[in-house]
């Protein structure tokens, strides 16, 4: 039908037709697949919320005399960093906490400041506290390092996350007869509420749930500015159940994040912190989905309607690793604010920002028909469904 | 008829006074007990729904002042910070008097002031901490 090479010239002479994930499903409802694939170019998708596998990476240059910071120790505003790299080369993740957090110690923790809230900060312009100390060499001989520091400082600032945009979430339920405090929120005893975590028909690897256009090497909207799929992400699953249409109905493909910090702005990019659980990194990101064939427009074109995620019970069966079936839910009825679980009428809440979700889709929606944002051919491909590539369970054996 | 949620600091010579009791006796009242504290400073804080004559109201809001208690609607004490809101809807099943709730078409979260009986529970169940109260 078109190649990304000519959607790109589309795009340059600011011809390309650029519908977002919201706007397809109501041409393709009116105008049917085959009209609808004739008439979009691209179509932009978005979602936004927590997303607790990411970080960054840094390298702050060299002050005098030299130090390295390898092997040694070294804080952000008191958050610990991973230093195991070259000498001036730090690693942090958004779950990181400071040494003297209480964490559950006084349950449930407030997990108030970690590693996303100093990524947000860092994004925001705010000079940050840097401590470091080190073991000295001949080389690098400075032992101790202590100074105000800023991203525009910096001679890298890398958004680096190994686990986002998952395809598809448990709808999170609390079966005990007590609060629980978790990763999907606060969770009501007695199926008091129903938390879920996913943008739906807006989700991007909802949108092309078999990676027939997704790739390594995809450019994306992330956290503000231009990043690109680095990899598949960590947990990536393809030996789930699909329904009739191809999509996962349990979580299922992840994909690995990369991209300039500094383009990047704290709109998009905020530290969550979870009661109980940790601190984290909420990610806006968008993914735009080339239009190349009427298949790939059909299955941008699923609604709500058409896309269900399995319920869990996060008191005993999710953190026991447990299976059972408590049924499912449409992300029409989700979105509704009740669903029905075991006979009982349950309310509903999200994780997942429906309106920050699609405003990214709108935004990328804009580089596109400005000619601000090209579409990237991927360089290699996700593993596919039912390929064999899935996720497992620790192996555990005695030492 | 009005009907309103209003704090109330207590210096600390008033905290051992039944000044509840007499908004109810002399001004006929209806008085709901949201929540009470008295900080380690001794200042006494009162979260109260009054409903009543309008005159009625309007007298035992001067009673109070005149006591020398100060008297804030519940409304300007309880606010969403809109830059760390990302309308993600974590709150809404939380909020026990549905003042937070979620668009089912739109998903966009509104925050109804008027509903808000300054419970405190979104503030630990929102993960952007954009709910702030400030007794």
């Known amino acids: 039908m078109r190649t990304i090479a000519e959607i790109n010239d589309k795009i340059k002479k600011g011809k390309a037709v650029v519908f977002t994930a919201e706007e397809l499903i109501e041409l393709v409802e009116e105008e049917g697949v085959s009209k609808s694939a004739e008439k979009v170019d691209v179509v932009t998708t978005g979602t936004m919320g927590p997303m607790c596998s990411s970080g960054a990476y840094f390298n702050i240059g060299q002050g005098k005399p030299k130090m390295k910071l390898g092997g040694g120790k070294a804080t952000l505003n008191d958050v610990p960093v991973y230093t195991a790299f070259a000498a001036a080369d730090f690693f942090l993740g958004s779950n990181a906490l400071p040494d003297n957090d209480p964490r559950n110690k006084i349950y449930p923790g407030r997990f108030a400041y970690g590693g996303g809230h100093v990524i947000e900060d860092l994004v925001a312009g705010k000079d940050l506290k840097f401590i470091a100390s080190a073991y000295g060499t001949d080389c690098y001989p400075r032992r101790e390092l202590s100074t105000l520091i800023n991203i525009r400082d910096m001679n890298q600032a890398i958004l680096f996350n190994p686990r986002n945009l998952y395809q598809n979430y448990n709808v999170a339920v609390n079966r005990t007869d007590r609060v629980i405090y978790t990763y999907m929120g606060i969770l009501k005893p007695n199926l008091g509420n129903a938390s879920y975590s996913s943008a739906g028909q807006l989700s991007p690897l909802l949108k092309d749930p078999s990676y027939r256009t997704i790739g390594i090497g995809t450019r994306v909207f992330l956290g503000g500015g231009v990043g690109y799929i680095a990899w598949w992400g960590t947990q990536h699953n393809t030996m789930v159940e699909f329904d009739q249409n191809g999509i996962p109905t349990e979580p299922a493909g992840t994909a690995a994040l990369i991209g300039d910090l500094k383009q990047m702005s704290p709109e998009w990019l905020k530290g969550a912190s979870f009661t109980g659980y940790g601190a984290s990194l909420a990610v806006g990101v968008g993914v735009p989905i080339p239009i190349l064939n009427e298949e790939i427009c059909f299955n941008a074109s699923l609604s709500n309607e058409d896309i269900s995620a399995p319920i869990v019970d996060y008191g005993s069966d999710y953190p026991q690793a447990w299976s059972r079936d408590l049924g499912s839910a449409t992300y029409a009825e989700l979105m509704s604010g009740t669903i029905r679980v075991r006979d009982k009428e349950v309310p509903t809440s999200s994780l997942s920002s429906y309106p920050r979700a699609r405003r990214i889709a709108g935004i990328l929606k804009e580089w596109i028909e400005e000619g601000k944002f090209y579409l990237t051919e991927r360089v290699a491909e996700f593993p596919g469904p039912g390929s064999g590539y899935d996720c497992r369970p620790l192996k555990e054996r005695p030492i | ?135």
């Open chain 2, 1 to 135: 008829m009005i009907s309103r949620r209003i704090v109330l600091h207590f210096p600390i010579d008033l905290v051992s006074d039944p000044i509840i009791s007499r908004l109810v006796k002399k001004y006929d009242l209806e008085c709901n007990i949201l929540k009470a504290d008295i900080t380690p400073r001794q200042i006494g804080i009162l979260v109260l729904g009054l409903k009543g004559e309008n005159s009625n109201y309007k007298d035992a809001i001067e009673y109070l002042k005149s006591l020398n208690i100060s008297v804030q609607l519940l409304s300007q004490d309880v606010t969403r910070d809109d830059d760390r809101c990302i309308e993600c809807g974590a709150c809404v099943t939380i909020c026990p008097t549905d003042a937070l709730t979620r668009d089912p078409l739109t998903g966009a979260v509104s925050f109804d002031k008027e509903s808000c009986i300054g419970c405190e529970l979104c503030i630990v169940a929102c993960p952007m901490r954009a709910m702030k109260v400030c007794f």
